[in-house]
């Protein structure tokens, strides 16, 4: 979960701030995203700095705090994925957090999770606002959707092969 204060939580930081500066939000909106994104990062902050003192509950708070963060980061994309592009790459983050430490299945889960939840505000918008995505919008949807599932899987591999890698190197797999 280091990783993900250490490297996301300021990219997510500083796509947000750029999406409210740069882009037209109304100053309603830009003030709901800024206080979601707020009580995101202080979230994962005091769940980061209490992990250990409430370490008989990692695994369960570590869960927790990946599905808040998908939760802020739907929410934040809602806001303003229609004024700023590059916001759905917030879907990378929680199930990259959780590629760190979790098992395949539970992060192809979550990352499943995460694109689907995506692809669903893509949809609801559409509908919501009676503005039909074209087939060209649907489709560059998807491939973001595919690279959500695609990259954490990598960054799941990855981490897997650092904990073999370093288990050989330590003695700890003698099988």
Not at 45 to 67: D, G, P, Q
Not at 118 to 139: D, H, I, N, T
């Amino acid at each position: 979960m280091h990783a993900l204060n250490l490297y996301f939580t300021p990219f997510a930081i500083i796509l947000t701030v750029f999406a409210v500066y740069f882009s037209s939000l109304e100053r309603k909106t830009a003030a709901i995203t800024l206080f979601i994104l707020l009580a995101g990062f202080m979230l994962n902050w005091w769940m980061s700095k209490n992990e250990y003192r409430l370490f008989r509950w990692i695994h369960k708070l570590r869960l927790l705090t990946v599905a808040i963060n998908i939760i802020v980061t739907t929410a934040i994309f809602y806001l303003i994925g229609s004024y700023w592009a590059p916001s759905w790459l917030l879907f990378l983050i929680a199930p990259a957090g959780a590629a760190m430490f979790m098992k395949k299945g539970w992060v192809f889960s979550i990352a499943l999770i995460s694109a689907l939840l995506m692809l669903g505000v893509y949809y609801f918008k559409s509908k919501y606002f009676g503005l039909p995505l074209g087939e060209v919008l649907w489709a560059m949807a998807c491939v973001h959707a595919l690279f959500v599932i695609i990259f954490t899987m990598f960054v799941n591999s990855m981490a897997q092969a650092t904990v073999r890698i370093r288990d050989i190197m330590t003695g700890r797999n003698k099988g």
